[in-house]
């Protein structure tokens, strides 16, 4: 314990060790879904779902080590659901590039990455971004994080008329997962240790005594292979297709997306954390920038999806996690998970649905920090938080942000307020929803 604690810093960071682990357990629970959509979308492009399955819990586990032991900050990296989709229904659909040619394009953008990173140039976007900016993101994700939570338990439904509508509230997905809502809440103000990982549980012990859900078929599921390592994919690039026209497309969208996905997702759990100084710069953010860029040159070479900075990482700063111990927690299960694949199933959607929604609520806290009568700043924050969840897209809400913030500093006369840098994302914001 005081050797974890002395490499960690745990204690300096008003944390504990067995505090530390509870929030990495808590971080993997709420993402540990991943392991079934990502592989599932890669199926598409041609590839099986054994080596998709692995190739995905060793990213993530690469990257969220690197985050961890040498960043030192309690955020996992994994293949990013948005990009898995673009590159699975998109990429290798209907531009026609084969998944060799996709994975080869990947490790392109991981270089990218890194090179921004090395340069400083990523560290200079960060800390460019105003105050008011730095508030309104994590709260645009906090809703953005509630929506996914509402909607994959079913509690939101689309409708062609409203677009979005109440689902069935006998359905037993939704009312338990109003119950693990509320139950979760009460131990939260209670100040009951491991709140959300005590409360999921009681509900999915409930769900599988009420039938809500059947429990897994464990036998089966050990009595397959055991499957350790992507074979297929590993180092099967093709470099020949980079150098069609449309691969400037496609490298475009997977830095571009990536990078501001990253920057959202990572203000948004730094804030939670308390990671951001007073001059709203982020310390240690370079290493942090660093863990996606090194995932995703392996994604590259393994055969797997651009590496991010995942949302459900606040999950785990909300549990208490304020060191990489906690991220060192998260890549240690992912690794279990080559082994226990069946147990995954032993979680059920109404647990984690639960899960999104509280840290979705606990996130716009920071928005009491934006000056509200300073319609400059308001504006643009509140653009920012209203449409990160509508448009489904975190990099959408900021471009929309960092937009009108520039404008309405600029054309009210407060220059002073605006740098070039802001300037710039600004720019590239306006041509990339121009190239849509």
Known sequence: MDTLNRFFGINAAGSTVKREILAGLTTFITMCYLLAVVPGMLTHTGLSFGDAFVSTVWITVIATLVMGLWANFPVAVAPGLGISAFFSFMVCGPMGYSWQTGFAAVLVSGVIFAILTFTKIRQLIINSVPAAMKAAIPAGIGLF?????????????????TFV??????????????????LIGVLIAKNVTGAMILG????????????????????????????FFPSTTFLQLDFSGLMQHSMI????????????????????????????????TIHGIDRALMADSVGTICSGLLGCTTATTYLESVSGVSAGGRTGLTALTVAVLFALSLFLAPVLALVPVYATSAALIIVGAMML???????????????????????????FNIATGLGIGFI?????????????????????????????FALR
Request: hydrophobic share 50%; charged share 15%; with cysteine.
């Open 145 to 161: 994080i509630a929506f996914i939570g509402m909607k994959n338990c079913g509690l939101i439904v689309s409708d062609p008329s």
């Open 165 to 182: 509508a109440l689902g069935k509230m006998t359905s037993p997905p939704v009312y338990l997962t109003l119950l693990c809502v509320i």
């Open 200 to 227: 999921m549980a009681a509900v999915t012990a409930l769900g599988f005594l009420t039938g809500a859900s059947p429990a897994p078929d464990l036998a089966k599921g050990f009595s397959e292979p055991l499957h």
């Open 249 to 280: 497309t496609v490298l475009f969208t997977l830095c571009f997306v990536d990078l501001f996905d990253n920057l959202g997702t990572l203000i948004g759990v730094c804030s939670k954390a308390g990671y951001i100084q007073k001059d709203g």
């Open 365 to 391: 806290g920071t928005l009491k920090s934006v000056r509200w009568d300073d319609f400059t700043d308001a504006l643009p924050a509140f653009l920012t938080v209203i449409t990160m969840p509508l448009t």
């Open 404 to 432: 009108s913030f520039f404008l309405l500093k600029l054309l009210s006369g407060r220059r002073a307020e605006v740098n070039v840098t802001l300037g710039v994302l600004a720019a590239l914001f306006v041509v990339s």
